[in-house]
């Protein structure tokens, strides 16, 4: 009775956003939107926070097949176990029956509070994680095993009243396979950067099947929870040069802390033991290129950047209390969330540096003050991102959904359009295929649906949009609004976020 309950409130969603896609968005109607918010958030899937949500594709939705996950053998496991990192089953869980469950309800019971594990969300991992589309494999390509099938009742979130206030797209899917890293590069230029020279040391290693190499060590198939060589973090670069796991920027703030004796304000060449070499400056034709060019005012506003920056730039000897620190005081900055960081037009000692790239104090300044840009991108810090492993749920939901109030009193509100999204699923499962075939698929993604809120006076009201996006569709409502060059990468048949629109 509560699945065919389900399926009629999605029916009923589907159809009512039926009614309202009705009428395209034409240019003219665009125009009247003069700023465009994009807040990213980390890693969480579309499932795991909004898969109760009424009127969705939920998990009501999901097949047996969907939700049943198999080992490496092909077979369905016979029950599911949470692994701890150090490769053993972790004794705080119970085992738990193959499928996905709510991490907020018996037998786990675990607080949205608490800082609770992270699931491995890696490029290779993810590709066999999702398995050409069947997704039954998220339980043995995880670190973690069964935690990456759970799920929570989103309604407890400050910002699932935004997305019943206004449209959430229940069809986004994020823009590449993997993690952090590479989806924020997406997100600015659709682009995968290029590490030709990569140290042998920081390319995956796949077998003759073109998988990730097995460790030896690695469980029983029918347990799930593989070990691999190319873990944490190997397997950074491709074989043939591109750089798809987290790799430091050039530039501070850096993982890589300065040469002794070098430029404060580049990460050591040589690169560290754990982290291995920066990346070298990329050159790509990014978003912020394109907005440029037309004149167009843009800034990339990063919660802890200023601190981070003075942090970045303390002699190598000294220990850092900003970047990647979880001491109290610290806002965890997380530096490879910082895409334009990575080129170099926007190096130490630019122009382009110093009037694009800011803290997020200046972005609530300019929020309150009514001078935001015509397009601003809000990276909130480690603190307030939502990221599990390092920081909790709920404190980056209250932090968020702060962030829409202030966007709301603005001076610019009525003319305003803001997305709030996810990088990437942070390892979490979702019954969804990706998206695939000709305008769609290549050998970077798109990956895993993650939640995407559309917030604006334009938004239609108390609406699922089920139209097909993927991160590059930001890229491509941007492109479309202001009139910028084309940037190769953004996927065809991804749309570009007017499904969600309504002019009056």
Same mark, same amino acid.
């Not at 980056?396 to 359009?417: F, T």
């Given at each position: 009775?509560?699945?065919?309950?389900?399926?009629?409130?999605?029916?009923?969603?589907?159809?009512?956003?039926?009614?309202?896609?009705?009428?395209?968005?034409?240019?003219?109607?665009?125009?009247?939107?003069?700023?465009?918010?994009?807040?990213?958030?980390?890693?969480?899937?579309?499932?795991?926070?909004?898969?109760?949500?009424?009127?969705?594709?939920?998990?009501?939705?999901?097949?047996? *097949? &969907?939700? +049943?996950?198999? %080992? @490496? $053998? !092909? /077979?369905?496991? *016979? &029950?599911? +176990?949470?692994? %701890? @990192? $150090? !490769? /053993?089953?972790?004794?705080?869980?119970?085992?738990?029956?193959?499928?996905?469950?709510?991490?907020?309800?018996?037998?786990?019971?675990?607080?949205?509070?608490?800082?609770?594990?992270?699931?491995?969300?890696?490029?290779?991992?993810?590709?066999?994680?999702?398995?050409?589309?069947?997704?039954?494999?998220?339980?043995?390509?995880?670190?973690?095993?069964?935690?990456?099938?759970?799920?929570?009742?989103?309604?407890?979130?400050?910002?699932?009243?935004?997305?019943?206030?206004?449209?959430?797209?229940?069809?986004?899917?994020?823009?590449?396979?993997?993690?952090?890293?590479?989806?924020?590069?997406?997100?600015?230029?659709?682009?995968?950067?290029?590490?030709?020279?990569?140290?042998?040391?920081?390319?995956?290693?796949?077998?003759?099947?073109?998988?990730?190499?097995?460790?030896?060590?690695?469980?029983?198939?029918?347990?799930?929870?593989?070990?691999?060589?190319?873990?944490?973090?190997?397997?950074?670069?491709?074989?043939?040069?591109?750089?798809?796991?987290?790799?430091?920027?050039?530039?501070?703030?850096?993982?890589?802390?300065?040469?002794?004796?070098?430029?404060?304000?580049?990460?050591?060449?040589?690169?560290?033991?754990?982290?291995?070499?920066?990346?070298?400056?990329?050159?790509?034709?990014?978003?912020?290129?394109?907005?440029?060019?037309?004149?167009?005012?843009?800034?990339?506003?990063?919660?802890?950047?200023?601190?981070?920056?003075?942090?970045?730039?303390?002699?190598?000897?000294?220990?850092?209390?900003?970047?990647?620190?979880?001491?109290?005081?610290?806002?965890?900055?997380?530096?490879?969330?910082?895409?334009?960081?990575?080129?170099?037009?926007?190096?130490?000692?630019?122009?382009?540096?110093?009037?694009?790239?800011?803290?997020?104090?200046?972005?609530?300044?300019?929020?309150?003050?009514?001078?935001?840009?015509?397009?601003?991108?809000?990276?909130?810090?480690?603190?307030?991102?939502?990221?599990?492993?390092?920081?909790?749920?709920?404190?980056?939901?209250?932090?968020?959904?702060?962030?829409?109030?202030?966007?709301?009193?603005?001076?610019?509100?009525?003319?305003?359009?803001?997305?709030?999204?996810?990088?990437?699923?942070?390892?979490?499962?979702?019954?969804?295929?990706?998206?695939?075939?000709?305008?769609?698929?290549?050998?970077?993604?798109?990956?895993?649906?993650?939640?995407?809120?559309?917030?604006?006076?334009?938004?239609?009201?108390?609406?699922?949009?089920?139209?097909?996006?993927?991160?590059?569709?930001?890229?491509?409502?941007?492109?479309?609004?202001?009139?910028?060059?084309?940037?190769?990468?953004?996927?065809?048949?991804?749309?570009?976020?007017?499904?969600?629109?309504?002019?009056?």
């Amino acid at each position: 009775m509560k699945r065919l309950f389900a399926l009629v409130l999605a029916l009923a969603g589907a159809l009512v956003f039926a009614g309202q896609a009705a009428a395209e968005v034409d240019d003219r109607q665009l125009s009247r939107i003069e700023t465009i918010v994009v807040i990213y958030a980390e890693n969480r899937s579309f499932d795991h926070l909004y898969g109760m949500f009424p009127g969705a594709n939920g998990i009501a939705n999901a097949t047996a *097949a &969907q939700k +049943t996950q198999t %080992g @490496h $053998d !092909g /077979k369905p496991l *016979a &029950q599911i +176990t949470v692994w %701890g @990192h $150090d !490769g /053993k089953a972790d004794p705080k869980f119970p085992k738990l029956a193959n499928g996905p469950f709510r991490i907020d309800a018996p037998p786990v019971s675990r607080s949205l509070g608490d800082v609770l594990p992270s699931p491995i969300h890696a490029y290779f991992h993810h590709i066999e994680q999702i398995n050409g589309g069947r997704n039954d494999r998220f339980v043995a390509m995880s670190t973690v095993g069964a935690w990456t099938m759970g799920y929570i009742d989103g309604s407890v979130m400050k910002l699932w009243t935004w997305a019943k206030d206004y449209t959430l797209a229940d069809n986004f899917f994020m823009g590449a396979f993997g993690g952090s890293f590479l989806n924020h590069q997406w997100l600015v230029c659709a682009c995968t950067p290029e590490f030709k020279n990569a140290p042998e040391a920081m390319r995956v290693r796949l077998g003759a099947d073109g998988k990730l190499e097995r460790r030896p060590e690695s469980p029983p198939a029918e347990e799930g929870a593989v070990r691999v060589f190319s873990a944490g973090l190997g397997g950074q670069i491709t074989r043939d040069g591109f750089a798809v796991n987290t790799t430091q920027p050039p530039y501070q703030p850096s993982g890589i802390p300065p040469a002794p004796g070098g430029d404060l304000n580049l990460a050591d060449p040589k690169g560290t033991k754990t982290l291995n070499e920066p990346l070298p400056p990329q050159t790509a034709r990014t978003i912020g290129d394109t907005l440029t060019a037309k004149n167009i005012s843009w800034a990339w506003y990063a919660g802890g950047y200023s601190a981070a920056l003075a942090d970045g730039r303390r002699p190598p000897g000294e220990k850092r209390k900003v970047i990647y620190s979880r001491e109290p005081e610290s806002p965890i900055f997380q530096p490879h969330h910082q895409p334009f960081n990575y080129f170099a037009r926007f190096a130490p000692g630019t122009a382009d540096r110093e009037r694009f790239l800011k803290d997020g104090e200046d972005f609530v300044r300019d929020i309150e003050h009514g001078t935001l840009p015509q397009v601003a991108f809000y990276k909130p810090a480690g603190r307030f991102n939502q990221h599990p492993g390092y920081t909790d749920l709920m404190s980056g939901d209250a932090h968020i959904a702060g962030i829409l109030e202030k966007l709301r009193k603005s001076p610019q509100w009525p003319r305003m359009l803001v997305i709030v999204t996810y990088d990437e699923h942070g390892g979490f499962w979702d019954h969804v295929p990706p998206p695939s075939g000709p305008g769609w698929g290549d050998r970077w993604g798109p990956g895993t649906r993650i939640p995407a809120i559309i917030v604006s006076p334009f938004a239609k009201k108390g609406a699922v949009d089920s139209t097909s996006y993927d991160t590059t569709s930001i890229i491509k409502l941007i492109t479309r609004r202001f009139d910028l060059e084309k940037l190769p990468g953004v996927r065809e048949k991804a749309g570009d976020l007017t499904g969600a629109l309504e002019f009056r």
